[in-house]
């Protein structure tokens, strides 16, 4: 069974901070995502990389940017953490065609 | 862009009966993938069923089957016999035969009633 795992449950910075999330996947898939997840918005992609040092802009991405430096790895990176990008963030993994493996979700707070 | 559009914000069912929650969607693609997440308050989301869009056959798993109108763009959720561990958000969710990606919906919450 693939595992996503992200590094945190519960994240909170402070405005202004840069701040990393982390995601590791286990089943060596081509594809991850993250996502960030609002109340009434449902799940929004923000970026997607398909593989190692590639990457592509998903539906909010401004804000945000990613590293993929090794295939098993993705990491969401907040520039410059402002409070409207306090939510859930989910990470997934998949191959074409096959359903999203999802990691637990970070719940981040920016103050 | 594929848009993904679940028109039901919350949902109840009493405990046994059976509930269906909607799902539309927008594509010019004939050959696609959709699929149904459940995510329960511990926030993990679960794949509950696929359809692949060049099967006519509705998918079923269980208690939970869908009704696949590819004419219509409509991937309805059925949950029989509802349990009360069936109350959680459900998330439809499209993806395109060759595409990387995957749109989700707003979500429906079910509430399950003893």
């Known amino acids: 069974d693939v595992k996503v795992t992200q590094s945190s449950r519960y994240l909170v910075k402070r405005t202004g901070e840069k701040v990393f999330l982390e995601c590791v996947q286990d089943m060596d898939h081509e594809n991850m995502f993250w996502y960030r997840q609002d109340p009434g918005l449902g799940l929004r992609l923000i970026y997607f990389?398909?593989?190692?040092?590639?990457?592509e802009k998903g539906d909010i991405p401004e804000g945000y940017s990613v590293s993929r430096e090794k295939k098993e790895r993705f990491s969401l990176i907040l520039e410059s953490a402002s409070t409207n990008q306090t939510s859930m963030y989910l990470c997934?993994?998949?191959?074409?065609?096959?359903?999203?493996?999802f990691g637990d979700g970070t719940r981040l707070s920016i103050l | 862009a594929q848009t993904v559009t679940q028109s039901q914000p919350e949902m109840s069912v009493q405990e046994a009966e059976t509930v269906t929650l909607s799902c539309t969607y927008d594509?010019?693609?004939?050959?696609?993938?959709l699929f149904w997440y459940k995510q329960p308050p511990s926030r993990q989301m679960i794949l509950v069923i696929r359809?692949?869009?060049?099967?006519?056959q509705n998918a079923t798993e269980n208690r939970f089957s869908v009704n696949f109108q590819k004419a219509a763009k409509s991937f309805s959720l059925k949950i029989s016999d509802s349990q009360l561990g069936d109350a959680a958000m459900y998330f439809c969710?499209?993806?395109?035969?060759?595409?990387?990606?995957?749109?989700f919906g707003a979500g429906t919450r079910l509430t399950v009633k003893p």
């Open positions: 594509t010019s693609e004939s050959d696609y993938y």
């Open positions: 359809q692949e869009a060049y099967k006519q």
């Open positions: 990389s398909y593989d190692v040092k590639m990457k």
């Open positions: 997934a993994a998949r191959e074409v065609g096959q359903p999203q493996h």
């Open positions: 969710a499209y993806s395109g035969h060759n595409n990387n990606d995957m749109r």
